[in-house]
């Protein structure tokens, strides 16, 4: 009798287990039969896409632009997981929230888009925004995330879209961070990208086990890598919890002050709609509003920021000011030079372009790496690390675009060969004020954030 019951028990849990089993699996849903294209429809260009032997195969065709095989639904808030195997010698990726409209482009799919890059870039995983603003996440910010992905292998893929977050794995490894609020729904595509005439066709990738979850999702853990906030003056819950905290509110001059005075300039400068803005004046340096500076000291941290110029602007973010000088004009510090190249004179003077947009103002041209900076009149997102062993580095738009150490010799002889050669000890201050410049031109500023080292 007590086997007899004993069966009974260890079959109940058996039943119970695979009950708890099937509920868990009905989460996810197929996306591909395995069998044809159902509910599938292809838009743009004619690349060749077949269903062969359960996987979904993208051939390249001369001459085509980007071809799409969209999904007949659109999808908001998912978690999406498929697998790929891609020529070495390919560029594809993996349309998520994306949409053809006639009033874009004729139609072109533009939107989100998780890249397929097997070539020496690695910038598998980073999210670039087809057809629109470019790329959102370079995975030059994210070292570890371009060991992800592996050539002439299956790669597996999860996305995580939910609410205003995007964030993707390859094979388990974080690859991309992205907060955006532009499109909050749309289709879900695999892309096989455009080659020219005179280029070999038939080229291959092949995709596999593509399921979606649309209910009850939970977000996975913190990935502990860099996030890309696109949303103005957001905080995320994961820039919170890796230390971050407005350095600006996005609605008042509170924690800023005038550059040697002890209140917020009561002209020159403006406050609305979520951004920081100097005001055209004469195009001189700091005569008008003048330069505003944090009211707090900071030694080491990372400051993230987001900069608008108008046609000939100039401005700049100085740091490790310390307002001893009493000097005229702007106060003294290391610069990250902001500036239109085009259109004003200081980016032909100083030394090799030292005084171009990104550079160590006076002292470092920044490397010019195609794309990475926006057009006149866009948002570019700035930061600058500074680490507690004096390493300093400039990112744009995800690139890095100059590094150096304060107090090196390299450092030193640029300072000793600068308008800064008078200025005992320049930039080598233990902490210092944050500041931004009035050149007398207009540039905004938003999402001004910072986390202490």
Known sequence: MKNKQLLILAALLLGSSSIAFQAQAQKWQNLF?????A???QLNGQAKYEAVNGEIVGTTVSNQPNSFLTTEKNYGDFILELELWVDP???SG???????KADHLNGRVHGYQVEIDPSDRQFSGGI???SRRGWLYPLDINPTGKTAFKNNQWNKYRVECIGSSIRTWINGIPTANVVDNLT????IALQVHSIGKNDQPGKQIRWRNIRIQTENLKPSKNDGIFVVNLVPNNLSAQEKAEGYSLLWDGKTSKGWKGAYKTAFPETGWSIKDGELSVQKSTGAESTNGGDIV?????????LKFDFKLTEGANSGIKYFVTLTEGNKGSAIGPEYQILDDAKHPDAKLGKDGNRTLGSLYDLMTSKKIPNAQKKIGEWNRGLIRVYPDNKIEYWLNGYKILEYTRGSAEFLALVADSKYKNWKDFGMAKQGHILIQDHGDQVSFRSIKLKQL
């Open 33 to 37: 039969n395995g069998k044809d294209l």
């Open 128 to 130: 670039y925004d087809e």
């Open 184 to 187: 909050p729904s749309g289709f």
């Open 39 to 41: 509910g599938w429809k």
């Open 294 to 302: 944090t009211e707090k000291q900071y030694s080491a941290f990372e």
């Open 94 to 100: 993996v349309q998520i929230r994306s949409e053809s």
């Open 89 to 91: 010698a390919m560029n």
